[in-house]
């Protein structure tokens, strides 16, 4: 009943910029939370941003300072703004979201399918 669908990923030069978007569809009562994880090629997927309905965010290490997260409420699109990319960024970046789909429902983790970045000269 919910989509997460993802877009934005590409090939970019190591110090080169992407936005990620992901937009959330179908049955949605309420987003509790959106954010991301990446998966790099022979490491554990890992969390990168999370941004909660009441406005709190977190970063992992490894991206503060060079990621932002953002969101649109109206339209239930998450984003990541990836600035100075370094080629460790490289990785499948995976969106989620706590939706409820009706007001009796439990808050669900929901994904999407992933788009790849690659940081690469």
């Known amino acids: 009943q919910v989509q997460l669908v993802e877009s934005g990923g590409g090939l970019v030069q190591p110090g080169g910029s992407l936005r990620l978007a992901c937009a959330a569809s179908?049955?949605?009562?309420?987003?509790?939370?959106m954010g991301w994880y990446r998966q790099a090629p022979g490491k554990e997927r890992e969390l990168v941003a999370t941004l909660i309905s009441g406005g709190s965010i977190n970063y992992a290490d490894p991206v503060k300072g060079r990621f932002t997260i953002s969101r649109d409420n109206a339209n239930n699109t998450v984003y990541l703004q990836m600035n100075s990319l370094k080629p460790e960024d490289t990785a499948v970046y995976y969106c989620?979201?706590?939706?409820?789909?009706?007001?009796?429902?439990?808050?669900?983790?929901?994904w999407g399918k992933g788009t790849p970045v690659t940081i690469s000269s």
């Open positions: 989620y979201g706590f939706v409820r789909y009706s007001a009796l429902s439990l808050v669900h983790k929901y």
């Open positions: 179908g049955s949605i009562f309420s987003i509790s939370a």
